[in-house]
Every structure is written in C-alpha cells, then in structure tokens.
C-alpha cells in the first residue's frame, strides 16, 4: 500500500482511534487501527469490540492495500510532525511514514487479524438531525448518568423515540436528566415507537464528532448506528431495562423560584470553600421572603451564606442540602442565564431548567442525613 496524505486529515481519525480504551486490553491487536485504501477511499477503523469507529480520509492511492498500525505510536508522530504531506508506504506488517527531512518504520499486525465491524442494517429506518442539536442534547443529558457496577443499566442514555418526539433521558439514581427533542428538528422514516439504551461511552465518542452537519441514526435489534459526513460509529446496545423515571418528575410545586444564573454560580463557588469533600450545600427558602440562600459549613473551617435576589411563588420554608457538583452540573446544562428551581416539601427532589424553555430539565435528590 502507498498513499500520500494531509496531517491534519489523519489527526482526527487517529485521535478518535486513540481515545477509545478497550474493552480486552489482553489483545494486542485492539491497540492498533486498520488502515485501509480499497476501492479509491481511505478507511481507518478503529474497535473495542463494544464501539467500533470508521472516518473517510481523503488523499492520493498510489497502491491499494491494509495493515494494522499502533494507535499510539502513530498517533505521537503525526501529532509531532511539521511537515503537511505525508508518505505512507508499507510491507507485510511493517509501515513506513516518511516526509521531506523524516523517516519512520513502524511494526504492526496483520490486517487480517483485525476484528470485524459489523454493520446495521440501514434499510430498517434512519433519523436525520443536525450535528449540533444532537451534540447539545446529548451533553445536557449525559451529565446524570455514570458507572455502577450493582445496575449496569444507569452506564446507558435512553433513546425514546415516539412519532412526535424524540426523547433522551439519562439518571445515576442521585440525579436525573431528559431532553425532548420535537419532530420538527429531525426528519425520519421511522414508523413505530421505540425504546433503546445507548452506552455512556458510546455517546462520549460521538459528541466531540458532532458538528453543523447533519447526522444520521440507524438502529436494529442489538446495535445502534451514528453516521456523520466522512465518520461512523457503530455500538452494541445494551440489554437492561431503563428505570421508570416518569413518577418521579414533580407535575406542580409547592415552592418555584427563579435565580440569576452567574451569581448562583459565584455562590456555589464561595460556598465550595467550606462544604469540605462531601461538597454539601444548604438551599434555604424563608416564608414570606424574596431570597434563596446558599449556606455551606464546615466545623474546622468556618461557614458561609450567600443571599440571593429571587423571584419566588408562594415563598414558604424550606431547605436541603444537595451536592453542589450536581447543581453545577444542572447550570452548565441549562442554557438561559435565568434558573427555574421547583421546590416540594423538605426530603423531596427539585427540578432545574430554564424558566422559558422546557424541553430540558434536571432532577436533584437531596442528601438526607440520617
């Protein structure tokens, strides 16, 4: 195989190689990617055996051919090379990449012993969505969901997809996030109501390739499939049950209030300062008064109250204490520089979003001290 091709034009193809670990770090072959010129298209693909991802890279094919080349070792020299074209020659599983003043020789496996990819079956449906609507969708949403050995289940985004909406839901049991997504922001030929779980770290490879250009979802029974404009990634989709969140979501409110985004974030971080590791901070309401106070103390340090100015409906008395991570979290995500917080009774979640827009909120439990 020979080729000449752009630096930049390898860079976010390896890049996105390099940032997938892999599932069996016991097998060699899943630290290399496969390069690949068949057909007058240059291919780099990359798997774990969970996601697999695939870019079209332009440049020129002087001989067609495939090796497998260490993602980390390439990835090093590419990111180190001055030169803008480069030469990418190979023999067996040896791979040479020469500019004008550098020469290196890389070993690597046999492209035959590289993993195949599989793929979905695009005739069964395909939802069409600009890049950056799902990229901020799916950035809102993913912040709830984490890792958890004892329910596998919360590592996923529900995918909700209905005739009329598209929704995407995510919870780590403490917090809980759902963004809708109405028909008139994607286009479809999906016909029938579905529910599949899209693994975290599926969705963390597919945000940073999100752009302004369209993007297409395929799905069938066991994987899901993203393709953009010169990428695709393919996943396993995962088997659990999504919990029923929807009895959880507050319909009314004893309590709203409506706060200056940047200043509650300058509370938050004061009251950082004396939360201590737990990052525990005290929402406090006063009946009768227009203020939202944030409160943190700390017995060896000292402590701390900031009192801000806020619109409150039918101000009462209440206060619990959140994690003050997670309300940060909740503040990145919503986009208004207004924050809409419902309040129940003492013990009861609240919810966060934006006081116009509701396609997105967020659900806090309180920490509750025994």
């Given at each position: 195989?020979?080729?000449?091709?752009?630096?930049?034009?390898?860079?976010?193809?390896?890049?996105?190689?390099?940032?997938?670990?892999?599932?069996?770090?016991?097998?060699?072959?899943?630290?290399?990617?496969?390069?690949?010129?068949?057909?007058?298209i240059?291919?780099?693909?990359?798997?774990?055996?969970?996601i697999?991802?695939?870019?079209?890279?332009?440049?020129?094919?002087?001989e067609?051919?495939?090796?497998?080349?260490?993602?980390?070792?390439?990835?090093?020299?590419?990111?180190?090379?001055?030169?803008?074209?480069?030469?990418?020659?190979?023999?067996?599983?040896?791979?040479?990449?020469?500019?004008?003043?550098?020469?290196?020789?890389?070993?690597?496996?046999?492209?035959?012993?590289?993993?195949?990819?599989?793929?979905?079956?695009?005739?069964?449906?395909?939802?069409?969505?600009?890049?950056?609507?799902?990229k901020?969708?799916?950035?809102?949403?993913?912040?709830?969901?984490?890792?958890?050995?004892?329910?596998?289940?919360?590592?996923?985004?529900?995918?909700?997809f209905?005739?009329?909406?598209?929704?995407?839901?995510?919870?780590?049991?403490?917090?809980?996030?759902?963004?809708?997504?109405?028909?008139?922001?994607?286009?479809?030929?999906?016909?029938?109501?579905?529910?599949?779980l899209?693994?975290?770290?599926?969705?963390?490879?597919?945000i940073?390739?999100?752009?302004?250009?369209?993007?297409?979802?395929?799905?069938?029974?066991?994987?899901?499939?993203?393709?953009?404009?010169?990428?695709?990634?393919?996943?396993?989709?995962?088997?659990?049950?999504?919990?029923?969140?929807?009895?959880?979501?507050?319909?009314?409110?004893?309590?709203?209030?409506?706060?200056?985004?940047?200043?509650?974030?300058?509370?938050?971080?004061?009251?950082?300062?004396?939360?201590?590791?737990?990052?525990?901070?005290?929402?406090?309401?006063s009946?009768?008064?227009?203020?939202?106070?944030?409160?943190?103390?700390?017995?060896?340090?000292?402590?701390?109250?900031?009192?801000?100015?806020?619109?409150?409906?039918?101000?009462?008395?209440?206060?619990?204490?959140?994690?003050?991570?997670?309300?940060?979290?909740?503040?990145?995500?919503?986009?208004?520089?207004?924050?809409?917080?419902?309040?129940?009774?003492q013990?009861?979640?609240?919810?966060?979003?934006?006081?116009?827009?509701?396609?997105?909120?967020?659900?806090?439990?309180?920490?509750?001290?025994?």
């Amino acid at each position: 195989m020979k080729l000449i091709v752009i630096k930049d034009n390898l860079k976010e193809a390896v890049g996105a190689a390099g940032g997938m670990k892999g599932s069996d770090q016991n097998l060699p072959i899943l630290k290399n990617f496969l390069l690949s010129a068949e057909d007058n298209i240059i291919y780099i693909r990359s798997t774990n055996l969970e996601i697999g991802i695939e870019f079209l890279i332009s440049g020129k094919i002087i001989e067609e051919g495939s090796v497998t080349i260490p993602i980390s070792i390439f990835h090093t020299i590419i990111n180190s090379l001055q030169s803008d074209r480069i030469n990418i020659e190979t023999m067996g599983s040896q791979t040479t990449i020469k500019t004008d003043n550098y020469e290196a020789v890389i070993q690597g496996l046999p492209a035959e012993d590289f993993p195949i990819i599989p793929g979905v079956e695009e005739s069964g449906g395909v939802l069409e969505i600009k890049g950056s609507l799902l990229k901020e969708a799916l950035q809102q949403v993913s912040i709830a969901s984490q890792f958890s050995d004892l329910r596998p289940e919360l590592y996923n985004l529900l995918f909700h997809f209905s005739i009329d909406e598209l929704k995407l839901a995510a919870t780590d049991s403490f917090r809980l996030a759902e963004k809708t997504l109405p028909v008139n922001l994607f286009s479809t030929t999906f016909t029938d109501s579905f529910k599949i779980l899209v693994p975290l770290p599926t969705i963390q490879e597919v945000i940073p390739l999100l752009t302004e250009d369209p993007v297409k979802i395929y799905k069938d029974e066991h994987q899901i499939l993203f393709a953009g404009k010169n990428w695709k990634v393919i996943s396993r989709l995962h088997t659990g049950t999504f919990p029923n969140y929807e009895p959880i979501i507050p319909k009314d409110f004893k309590t709203e209030a409506v706060v200056n985004k940047p200043e509650l974030q300058e509370a938050l971080k004061l009251s950082s300062v004396f939360s201590g590791q737990l990052q525990e901070v005290n929402l406090k309401i006063s009946e009768g008064q227009k203020v939202l106070e944030v409160f943190s103390e700390n017995q060896a340090i000292g402590q701390n109250a900031y009192q801000l100015a806020a619109r409150i409906t039918h101000p009462a008395n209440l206060e619990n204490i959140f994690n003050a991570r997670y309300i940060i979290d909740a503040l990145k995500a919503v986009g208004s520089e207004e924050i809409f917080f419902g309040f129940n009774e003492q013990g009861k979640p609240i919810l966060v979003r934006s006081p116009k827009d509701t396609s997105y909120f967020y659900i806090l439990m309180p920490v509750l001290k025994g």
